[in-house]
């Protein structure tokens, strides 16, 4: 959303306690790579990509060992290099693209 309400409200309906960043213009998507969506970026503690790609193989999380996004944050929190299974797997994004991505296309 784009909306800082709707972010809040977000937030506080999910016990969400970690500060979220409204990439409005698509800066941020951008200086990640991000050319569509749904995507996770998790950034390591030198703010380097650590994980990006695919939330999960499908659009619907429901399988624990297809949770990418899940599982990348845990192995980030006990310092673990990616295995490579979910390096491979997450390598080519689905979803639709992002709305700063079809202005920069209708610009070129």
């Given at each position: 959303s784009d909306d800082s309400r709707e972010v809040e409200k977000f937030k506080r309906k999910y016990e969400?306690?970690?500060p979220i960043v409204l990439d409005t213009n698509g800066a941020i998507s951008d200086l990640c790579g991000i050319y569509s969506t749904?995507?996770?970026?998790?950034?390591?503690?030198?703010?380097?990509?650590?994980?990006?790609?695919?939330?999960n193989k499908a659009r619907f999380c429901t399988r624990k060992e297809t949770k990418f996004a899940?599982?990348?944050v845990e192995y980030l929190l006990k310092s673990e290099p990616l295995p490579l299974f979910l390096v491979y797997e997450v390598s080519l994004p689905y979803g639709c693209s992002l709305p700063s991505d079809d202005?920069?296309?209708f610009l070129n």
């Amino acid at each position: 959303s784009d909306d800082s309400r709707e972010v809040e409200k977000f937030k506080r309906k999910y016990e969400v306690d970690i500060p979220i960043v409204l990439d409005t213009n698509g800066a941020i998507s951008d200086l990640c790579g991000i050319y569509s969506t749904p995507q996770a970026v998790i950034l390591n503690a030198n703010s380097e990509i650590y994980f990006k790609g695919n939330y999960n193989k499908a659009r619907f999380c429901t399988r624990k060992e297809t949770k990418f996004a899940e599982l990348a944050v845990e192995y980030l929190l006990k310092s673990e290099p990616l295995p490579l299974f979910l390096v491979y797997e997450v390598s080519l994004p689905y979803g639709c693209s992002l709305p700063s991505d079809d202005k920069q296309a209708f610009l070129n």
